[in-house]
């Protein structure tokens, strides 16, 4: 069994800045994937982020390159997301989601499992 927490999300206007934190705990590997996506009302689940916890590598979806930082946590289980120069646009609940099959970081979030509960974070204009 494996839980994900997340944590960080609020409300902040646009230019604003933002930390997320996803926690994971129990039954897990030395090599996994931990994954950022959004959804926002009315649209698909869409790729944000991703850090491979074994060998540090990112991935990062274009609309989050150069504004988001994706990082290891505090804890060895974690990952943050450092989110600056926030727009509207971003207004979504994020969720992370885990993925044990291979090192290769993927972007589909139909491939990971193991989701957190969410966090909004609402940018207002």
């Known amino acids: 069994q494996v839980q994900l927490v997340e944590s960080g999300g609020g409300l902040v206007q646009t230019g604003g800045s933002l930390r997320l934190s996803c926690v994971v705990s129990g039954r897990i590997f030395s090599s996994y994937t931990i994954g950022w996506f959004r959804e926002a009302p009315g649209k698909e689940r869409e790729f944000v982020a991703a850090?491979?916890?074994?060998?540090?590598?990112?991935k990062y979806a274009d609309h989050a390159k150069a504004r988001f930082t994706i990082s290891r946590g505090s804890t060895q289980s974690a990952v943050d997301l450092q989110m600056n120069s926030l727009k509207p646009d971003d207004t979504a609940i994020y969720y992370c989601g885990t993925d044990f099959l291979t090192t290769m970081i993927r972007s589909n979030w139909a491939l990971y499992n193991n989701w957190g509960q969410g966090t909004q974070v609402t940018v207002s204009s």
């Open positions: 850090f491979n916890m074994r060998t540090g590598d990112t």
